[in-house]
């Protein structure tokens, strides 16, 4: 059984903080790359950022780029997305996802797409008001 849940999620005023958690069990335990989408009502899923397990290269989306960091703790098999200088457009449904496929690709390759996710978490709601 593959398990992602997320944590963190909340209401904050641009300009503030969250931190975005996700605890991987399961199936999940041996995955490649784990990486962090969001999607707004109406709106494709978009890629924020993902990360490699063994080494911890990562790869961002332009938007978040210097606002946003993603970490990951390999002994408590969870992910971690630390939301700086948070603007009413990072308003959204932030979800985690596990990539199983161990391809050696680099991160800024093939993890921006969806297709390279096998395993999602149910999402938490992320809302910065203006």
């Known amino acids: 059984q593959a398990q992602l849940v997320e944590s963190g999620g909340g209401l904050v005023q641009a300009g503030g903080s969250l931190r975005l958690s996700c605890a991987a069990s399961?199936?999940?335990?041996?995955?490649?790359?784990m990486g962090w989408f969001r999607q707004t009502p109406g709106k494709e899923r978009e890629f924020v950022a993902a990360?490699?397990?063994?080494?911890?290269?990562?790869y961002y989306a332009d938007s978040v780029k210097g606002r946003f960091t993603i970490s990951r703790d390999n002994a408590k098999n969870s992910v971690y997305l630390q939301m700086d200088t948070l603007k009413p457009e990072d308003t959204a449904v932030y979800y985690c996802?596990?990539?199983?496929?161990?391809?050696?690709?680099?991160?800024?390759?093939?993890?921006?797409?969806?297709?390279?996710?096998?395993?999602w978490g149910q999402g938490t709601q992320v809302t910065v008001s203006s």
């Open positions: 399961g199936r999940t335990l041996s995955s490649y790359a």
């Open positions: 996802a596990a990539a199983m496929r161990h391809t050696g690709a680099a991160m800024d390759s093939i993890y921006r797409f969806l297709k390279a996710y096998d395993y």
């Open positions: 990360i490699r397990w063994s080494d911890g290269s990562t």
